[in-house]
């Protein structure tokens, strides 16, 4: 191999170094930044367990039962501490994390693209939110409702004795309070990402992944995907796993027609740069090529 060929190569890695280490710094400044929300967390454990019991003390109230939880291990306490600070200090870093990551991509990207991407980078969090405020101000109360409907009072219960509990025996809930955290951690990550969907879409279809055609083709698809989902994320009663099928629905036709509403924005700016006329749309252009990538201009590495 000869010299010149020795000096190609370290010019073609050196950039690649540069990534890597870019990359490495990146992702340091996320897990400091994760790190510091869970230590601000773990100092607030308990408030925010106890926040997170309002939907099971207020289903338990209603039947006339005290919200006691139990600790069915000596590890558990620190154990439940542990998962609280984790989903908190995720949600309270997301910010930092959402930012490092914009920062390393940021520079490789068109103006236009810079454009497109970050309202959906803003748009995420408040969509997790979103669904995590409905899986827990709606969906977990009924399911915690459905769930003690299974309950058995004895003769001088609250609720009047079946045949089966004649004889006056009672099961009660006494709940661990790391199942109860475990269950409610599930219902908000999950709803939480399902309400990401629009986002998702509607990135896909900026960048030329899915048409709006297409995911009205494949709608009927689409729906039993969901009825899976709900089966799987939601406790099975009818009613709660209904609520996430019409919601993530309806999600699922909201991001049709922003994926419609994005393709006829690209038409408009595509017609004005004379790709296409008058009388074409984006089928036509999809047999042409992508022609985005005449543009040479890129923004200078900041």
């Known amino acids: 191999m000869s010299a010149t060929d ?36 773990f100092t607030v454990a308990t408030p925010i367990f106890n926040f997170l019991t309002a939907p099971l003390c207020q289903v338990l109230a209603a039947r006339g039962q005290d919200c006691d939880l139990i600790f069915i291990s000596p590890q558990e306490g620190f154990f439940v501490a542990v998962k609280v600070s984790l989903l908190g200090g995720f949600m309270l870093s997301f910010p930092v ?10 520079p490789g990207l068109y103006r236009s693209e810079k454009g497109a991407f970050l309202p959906f980078l803003v748009a995420s969090p408040f969509m997790f939110l979103a669904g995590a405020a409905f899986a827990f101000y709606v969906v977990t109360p009924l399911a915690y409702d459905f769930f003690l409907g299974f309950q058995q009072f004895g003769a001088e219960g609250e609720a009047v004795p079946t045949e089966d509990v004649a004889q006056g025996l009672s099961v009660v809930f006494q709940g661990s309070a790391q199942e109860y955290l475990n269950l409610t951690i599930k219902f ?6 399902c309400f990401q969907l629009p ?13 709006s055609s297409g995911l009205r ?20 009663d009818v009613i709660t796993q209904v609520i996430l099928f019409v919601v993530v629905y309806g999600l699922y036709e909201v991001s049709i027609q922003l994926v419609k509403r994005v393709e006829r924005k ?20 999809y047999g ?6 005449e543009d040479p201009e890129r923004e200078d590495r900041s």
Do not use: N
């Open 266 to 285: 690209r038409v408009e700016q595509l017609r004005e740069e004379g790709v296409l006329g008058e009388d074409e749309d984006l089928d036509d252009l």
């Open 6 to 41: 020795d000096d190609e190569i370290e010019a073609s890695s050196a950039p690649l170094i540069e990534h890597l280490a870019e990359l490495r710094t990146r992702l340091i400044r996320s897990v400091l930044g994760f790190i510091v929300g869970m230590v601000i967390c």
């Open 199 to 211: 986002v998702l879409l509607t990135l896909m279809g900026k960048a030329g992944l899915v048409s």
């Open 188 to 193: 908000i990550v999950a709803f939480g990402l």
């Open 217 to 236: 083709s494949v709608r009927k698809y689409a729906m039993v995907g969901i009825l899976v989902l709900a089966a799987l994320v939601t406790p099975p």
């Open 288 to 293: 042409m090529g992508d022609d985005d990538e």
């Open 97 to 106: 994390i959402a930012h490092q990551m914009w920062r390393f991509v940021a």
